[in-house]
């Protein structure tokens, strides 16, 4: 294994591990700022902590370079604060790069993959590359999510119906997951959001009408771990004292009818 060198001039926690002897030698002799790209890339390649190399890229330097290893001498006095301060820059965005190559799943076992020609290009289209595949991935997230709500919310409709209501309010099961976004929308609250947690079986989110007007958004309940830990109104207002009543009546039976449904499924 290689081993970690700590030099303190250069900064508290940065590691040093396998220098070539003529990378070494230009070091100190030019300017980071006008090194050509093949010496930043050996530079980079040589001097990077290894707790955060991706398993590829250690094996990697382990074969090629074993044997090779240069301790870098304790006189450091000939880099400069500038010097260290752009090639610092340059290793945070090779880090950057690398990341995005691993999980755009490109071969790290290859030099050119690890430390490509025109960086600045291959870091920007890299990270061009990634995003999108984030954003795709984020789209089939959502996708599935949705699915998941549409079929808790259908269950939710079966055992609830139109069993808790009074005669001046009702409980409401959404019909879909965009029922909860036009809620959070209309009262200005961010239940829209909930959607991941109600895939997760985190939550339960429920709807009090008027029974003089049940389509409209009224007031929102959150429901989790067997109680209604939120009921928000227009603008996040808490219900008034004359819905205390069938709050604590709705939670009652919320507790009873779910508290079944869950004991059927176990």
Known sequence: MLKRITCGVFMKK????????????????CSIEKMEDEKKRDLAYTVIEQDEM???LKDQIEKEEKGKAYKLSGDVSGISHAEMKCYQTYIRSWKDYIEWAEKLEYDLKSRYVLFPKNFKDVHDKTFREYQKQQDKMERKKQA????TVNQLLKKDIKLLGKQIQNQDYILKVPGNYQEIQKEGQALGHCVGSYIPHIANRECDVYFIRKKTDPDKPFFTVDWRRGKIVQCQGKGRIRYPQEMVEFVHYAEEKLRL???????KAA
Do not use: D, M, N, T
């Open 54 to 56: 991706p398993q590829e």
């Open 144 to 147: 599935k999510e949705r699915r």
């Open 257 to 263: 009818l779910k508290g079944e449904e869950e004991k």
């Open 14 to 29: 940065l590691f040093l591990y396998i220098l070539l002897p003529a990378v070494v030698c230009s070091f100190s002799a």
